[in-house]
Structures are given as structure tokens and as C-alpha cells.
């Protein structure tokens, strides 16, 4: 009996010491583990700090002031807004009711029928609170919104059509580095070259050219990024022989809609990225369309800006106006963001594709890469021509001309001082606040934060461009670098820590995600995350110097003459276009240098795996 009770104790000894207190437990243990307090949580909340700071101060409170401005202005119109926000939530949460209770197969009609219903009382309280110009912007970028459509599935045949040519990416990536104010500098000089000054006929004639012009210079300029992409996801699904077996070996649904399903999450990306592009237009109507013709050939936003400058400060005309494209632009993310929250991408590995025998091409596919080179590559030889043969001096005498415009190069390097300064001030921030968010992969981090940063991403610039405006001017801040720079980093945080959280994102219980998001010191988690983020970070860094050096909307609100950027100063030029083709064309030639050389560069090292994690060869 002694020798018993001495044996528990020393069981009971050896579960008590050491300040680690065990016990034995008298029945089977379930539920999830609660984890412990993280030894240094403060440090969270301090990383997250600028990140917020920036995002706050530039866009959100100036967007709530834009709201406040609009229901001042126009209630009825900002209640419309709200009804839209509110049919948009039952469809939301139906799936997960309907999953929870699968006994009430009432759920989806009731929210259809909501959605419908309040949708169309939201819809006519817009219509009344617009006026007639602002319901005929609207519907012309609802027309280029389809136009978008369309631009992804035409650049999704291309792909599948022309997968097996190495070299294509090469010629249709180009458009993409090169701004859309120069793209309409461009096409307007092509579409002079092609008319030769004669008359079309009365004001439809020309309104009808001018819209095709358009169209073709934002078609341009899309379409190479989309097939680049699409030919990257279809690489990636044929180096996976389970996803090329439902691709080629099953015989039903059609080929069509299964290249849809296998591809869904990239389309989806894909369709909101150039929907908001299209929704947003502007850069190439003011680069080419005559003053006198701007009115008849309008978008939302420049209805916006010149609804806003017509006005005057803290103006809630123009507030009202730009909330109902906020909404929509928002509700689209929203939905697309929900349709790939289920999907893992390998963002960061890259797979070189077995032949597969299915390598063979033949006439028709040459002649289209042909066709589609020639297409990509006209327009920048109609700046080069025009640049260095457009004002009648030899080439050298005009490539003296173009050395010594010193307002040019003083504008290029305001620009490239801006765009240098904003990538670090993304790249710095983001990575951290990315690296948190990859960690929270439930409750407030993913319900929550991730849905704000995705309606953040695709928020219209005017929601917040017209209050910083104001405020710039007032505090006597015009003029400066210091507002822009801040305001791009802004703007450019979200779709960032987007980018990067993907790149960060390991499965649950697993070393990968040990490593990542376990406890070590900081050093050793910090090269953890920044090889893994490797490919990603690199991309950002590319997208955000690119976006802020081709900018041109944000800048004519923000910059004013003093921190001029180079699109600024070519956009003076426009207002007598033909007097100054050739210093237009040049200026827009020299522009597009840095941009596309990143792009060719590092197209397929670091934007195809890290955006995608597509396959390459």
C-alpha cells in the first residue's frame, strides 16, 4: 500500500512541477484547440498603423465626406445607393442559409425576389436623382463595361488559339506598359493619317468615329495583359494532368464551358480589373477627342470632373454623382471576390510544360500571330513616325530637338521621382500588413478586412479626389509632390495587400505554414516571408511604378503645374493637336520607354507567378 501511494505520488509530482500544471482527463477530449496569447500581439496592431493611417486619411474619410456631400445634395439619390447595397445582400448569405438549413428551399426565391425588388426602387430613385446628361454618361459606360466584356473573352480565344507560340507574349504585352493618354495621343494620329483631314459628314458621323477610336485604343491596351494571363492559366492547367484530362479528354459539358470552369478564377479577376479600367475611362478621351467633341462623347468619370469643376469646392452635385458608380463598382468586386474565395492558386512556383503532343500549329494560327503583332505594333510606329518625321526637320536635327526639351525631361523626372517613392512607400507598408492578414485566415480578417480592401481596390478616384482637392488648395499644399505621393500610396496599398496576402497564403496545420506564420524570431521570419513573397513583391513593385508613371487623373487633381507629371504637361499640347502632333508623339514615345522596358523585363520572372502563379516555358 506504501509503496502504492508513493508510486501516485510521484505521478502526481512529475505532472506538477516546473510551472507546467497536466492533468489526466476522465473522458475523450473534443472540440478545437484554443491557442495562447501571442507573446508580442501589440506588435500587430503597430504594423497595421500605416498602413490604416494612409488608407484612412486619403480615401476613407474623404469618401464618407463625399457621401455626407451627396446625401445633402441629393437624398433620394444616395437612398437609391443604399437600396442597391441592401439587394445585394440577401443573394450573400443565402448560399450559407441555404447549406445550414437545407430544409427551407424557400430561401433563394425570397432572396431573388428581394434583390429584384428593392434593386429596381434603388435603380429609379438614381434615374430621378441624375440629370439627363448624367443618366446619358452613365449609360455610355455601361456600353464600355460591355465593351470590356467582350475584350476578355475575345482575349481568352486568342490565348487558347495561340498557346503554343513562346514568343507571343512579347509584341502584345507592349500596349499594356504604355499609358492610355498616349494610347489616345496615338490612335488620334493614326485616325488623322487615315481621314487626311477630310470631312465625315455632320456631328453623328464624327461622335461614331470618335467612339470606335476609343473603343480600338482601350482595346489595345487591354488586350495583350488579358491573353499574357489567360495563355499563362492555360499553360499552368495543361502542366497539371488531372485538370488537362477534364480539359481534353471529356467530351461533355462543350470544350467552351469547360475551359470556362478550369479557368474561372483568372476570367473572374480578368472581368473586374478591365471592367473597373472601363468603368473609369478617361486618359484617352482627353488625349483624343477635340474639345468641342468631348460632350457628345462622354464617360462617368469626365461628366464627373467636369460637373466638379463647373461647381466649385464641397460640391455635392458631383459627390451625388460619383456615389452610384461606387456602389456598382464595389458590389462587382464583391461578387467577383466571392466567386474565387474557394480557389488556392500556386502562387509562387512556376512549371515548365512537358510536351504533350498536342504542340503541333498550323497556317491559321501563324497567320493570327502575324495579324496580331502587326496590330500591337502600328500604333507606337505612328508615334515614331510622327515624332521624328512629323515636323518636317531631318531625324537627327529633331532628335536634337527632343534631347534638349527640358520641360519634357524636367517632367519625366518629376514623374520618375514620384513613382520610385510611392513603390517603396507600398512595398514597405503592405508586406506586413499582408503577412497578418495571410495569418487570420478566419473571423474578422476574412469576413471583414479582405472584402474592404477588395471595394478599396476598385473604389472610383473621384469618391475621394474632389475632398483632398479642396483640402490640398486650402491648406496651401498645391502644387507640391508631397499630396500626390502620399495620395498614389494610398490608393495603391489595397490591390497590394491583396497580391501579397495571396503569396502568403499556406494551408492550415501544415510546415509551410509553421514557417510562415509561427513563432520565431524576427529575422528568421522575416527571410521566410520574403522568400515566399519573392515573385509577388516583385510584381507590385512593377504594377505600382507602372500605374503611378503612366497616371494622369489623379495627378490633374492632385499635383497642379508645380509637381507637374509628364502627362500633364503633354495634355497642354493637345488643346491645338495638330500644330503639335510632333511634340506630342515624341514626348508620348519617350514616355512609353521605362514602362514597357519593366514590363519586357520582367513579364514572365516576377508578374505571371506572382499575380498568377501560371506556367511558363
Known amino acids: 500500500m506504501n509503496s502504492n501511494d508513493g508510486g501516485a505520488t510521484e505521478i502526481m509530482d512529475a505532472l506538477h512541477s516546473h510551472g507546467l500544471d497536466l492533468e489526466l482527463a476522465p473522458r475523450r477530449l473534443s472540440g478545437p484547440l484554443i491557442p495562447g496569447r501571442h507573446p508580442r500581439k501589440w506588435i500587430g496592431a503597430v504594423i497595421l498603423l500605416p498602413a490604416l493611417g494612409l488608407i484612412t486619411v486619403f480615401i476613407v474619410a474623404p469618401s464618407l465626406y463625399t457621401v455626407w456631400l451627396a446625401a445633402r445634395a441629393r437624398p433620394g439619390l444616395t437612398l437609391g445607393c443604399g437600396l442597391l447595397v441592401l439587394a445585394a445582400i440577401p443573394p450573400a448569405i443565402a448560399g450559407d442559409i441555404k447549406r445550414r438549413y437545407p430544409g427551407l428551399p424557400a430561401v433563394l426565391a425570397v432572396a431573388i425576389t428581394w434583390t429584384v425588388v428593392v434593386a429596381a426602387v434603388g435603380v429609379i430613385l438614381i434615374g430621378r436623382g441624375l440629370t439627363p446628361d448624367g443618366v446619358r454618361a452613365y449609360l455610355y459606360t455601361v456600353g464600355w463595361v460591355i465593351v470590356a466584356a467582350l475584350l476578355v473573352l475575345l482575349a481568352l480565344a486568342i490565348a487558347w488559339f495561340t498557346r503554343r507560340f513562346r514568343w507571343m507574349w512579347r509584341p502584345l504585352i507592349v500596349p499594356f506598359g504604355i499609358s492610355a493618354f498616349t494610347a489616345g495621343i496615338a490612335f488620334r494620329l493614326l485616325f488623322d493619317h487615315l481621314t487626311e483631314n477630310r470631312e465625315l459628314g455632320g456631328v453623328i458621323a464624327y461622335r461614331i468615329a470618335f467612339g470606335v477610336l476609343l473603343v480600338l485604343a482601350f482595346a489595345w491596351t487591354w488586350l495583350g495583359l488579358l491573353t499574357g494571363l489567360f495563355r499563362a492559366a492555360l499553360l499552368g492547367i495543361e502542366a497539371d494532368e488531372v485538370r488537362a484530362g477534364e480539359l481534353y479528354e471529356e467530351t461533355r459539358p462543350h470544350l467552351v464551358f469547360r475551359l470556362l470552369r478550369l479557368v474561372q478564377p483568372v476570367w473572374l479577376i480578368a472581368m473586374l480589373v478591365v471592367g473597373v479600367a472601363a468603368a473609369r475611362v478617361f ?92 496590330v500591337a505594333l502600328i500604333p507606337i510606329g505612328i508615334l515614331a513616325w510622327e515624332a521624328l518625321g512629323g515636323s518636317g526637320r531631318s531625324v537627327r536635327a529633331q532628335l536634337r530637338a527632343i534631347g534638349h526639351d527640358g520641360g519634357l525631361w524636367r517632367a519625366l523626372g518629376i514623374t520618375a521621382s514620384v513613382a520610385v517613392l510611392v513603390t517603396l512607400i507600398v512595398l514597405l507598408v503592405s508586406v506586413q500588413v499582408a503577412h497578418r492578414l495571410a495569418a487570420v485566415r478566419t473571423g474578422i480578417g476574412a469576413r471583414i478586412v479582405v472584402p474592404c480592401l477588395v471595394f478599396l481596390t476598385v473604389l472610383p478616384a473621384q469618391m475621394y479626389l474632389g475632398p483632398l482637392h479642396d483640402v490640398i488648395n486650402a491648406w496651401g499644399f498645391a502644387g507640391t509632390r508631397v499630396p500626390l505621393i502620399f495620395t498614389h500610396a494610398a490608393a495603391g496599398l489595397p490591390i497590394a495587400i491583396l497580391i501579397l496576402r495571396g503569396a502568403l497564403l499556406a494551408p492550415a496545420y501544415t510546415p509551410a505554414a509553421d514557417a510562415l506564420y509561427g513563432l520565431a524570431p524576427a529575422r528568421v521570419v522575416t527571410g521566410r516571408v520574403l522568400r515566399a513573397v519573392r515573385p509577388a513583391l516583385g510584381a507590385v513593385a512593377v504594377l505600382e511604378f507602372i500605374q503611378v508613371w503612366n497616371d494622369f487623373f489623379i495627378g490633374l487633381l492632385i499635383s497642379g503645374a508645380g509637381a507637374s507629371p509628364w502627362a500633364l504637361l503633354l495634355w497642354g499640347d493637345t488643346r491645338q493637336f495638330d500644330q503639335n502632333a510632333a511634340q506630342l508623339a515624341a514626348g508620348a514615345l519617350v514616355s512609353a520607354v521605362v514602362p514597357v522596358t519593366l514590363l519586357l523585363l520582367f513579364w514572365r520572372r516576377w508578374l505571371v507567378p506572382g499575380l498568377t502563379g501560371g506556367a511558363v516555358r
Open 283 to 374: 486618359d484617352a478621351i482627353l488625349a483624343s477627342v477635340p474639345r468641342s467633341m468631348q460632350y457628345q462623347i462622354d464617360s462617368a468619370t469626365v461628366y464627373w470632373w467636369r460637373t466638379s469643376a463647373a461647381c466649385g469646392p464641397w460640391c455635392g452635385e458631383a459627390a451625388a454623382y460619383a456615389l452610384p458608380l461606387a456602389v456598382a463598382l464595389g458590389l462587382a468586386a464583391l461578387w467577383a471576390q466571392a466567386g474565387i474565395r474557394g480557389h488556392r492558386m500556386s502562387w509562387t512556383a512556376t512549371t515548365r510544360i512537358p510536351e504533350t503532343g498536342r504542340e503541333r500549329t498550323g497556317f491559321a494560327q501563324w497567320l493570327t500571330v502575324l495579324v496580331l503583332t502587326g
